[in-house]
């Protein structure tokens, strides 16, 4: 069974660094593409960044781009979000997803799908805060 537990949220001044982790009960071909997703109040669920565990590529969303780092460690099947200058727009409720390999296509090539309607698997969420 798929499994995904998040933790690192917490609350920081503008220009605050912090590091989210999911850590992810089974690697299986279901869980190819991972990705982050955060939500505010009042706002849809939105994709920051997404990698595919078997090439690492990744995508970032245009706010977090230069900011945010998606990784992963498959030894310990583990995803990790670093996430530096931060600022209030930032502060939302993180989730780490997963799914088979949905891949979207862009000039660079082929990515894990941005869309959360494509991800399958979902953990409940960390806070993450940011003063100004």
């Known amino acids: 069974q798929v499994r995904l537990v998040e933790s690192g949220g917490d609350s920081v001044q503008t220009g605050g660094s912090l590091k989210l982790t999911c850590e992810l009960s089974?690697?299986?071909?279901?869980?190819?593409?991972m990705a982050w997703f955060r939500q505010s109040p009042g706002k849809e669920r939105e994709g920051v960044a997404t990698i595919n565990r078997n090439d690492n590529v990744t995508y970032y969303d245009d706010s977090v781009e230069g900011r945010f780092t998606i990784s992963q460690d498959p030894s310990k099947n583990t995803l990790y979000l670093q996430m530096d200058s931060l600022k209030p727009e930032d502060t939302a409720f993180y989730h780490c997803?997963?799914?088979?390999?949905?891949?979207?296509?862009?000039?660079?090539?082929?990515?894990?799908?941005?869309?959360?309607?494509?991800?399958?698997?979902w953990g409940q969420g960390t806070r993450v805060t940011v003063s100004s």
């Open positions: 089974i690697s299986t071909p279901r869980t190819v593409c």
């Open positions: 997803a997963a799914t088979p390999a949905r891949r979207r296509h862009r000039s660079s090539g082929f990515y894990c799908s941005e869309n959360r309607h494509d991800y399958d698997y």
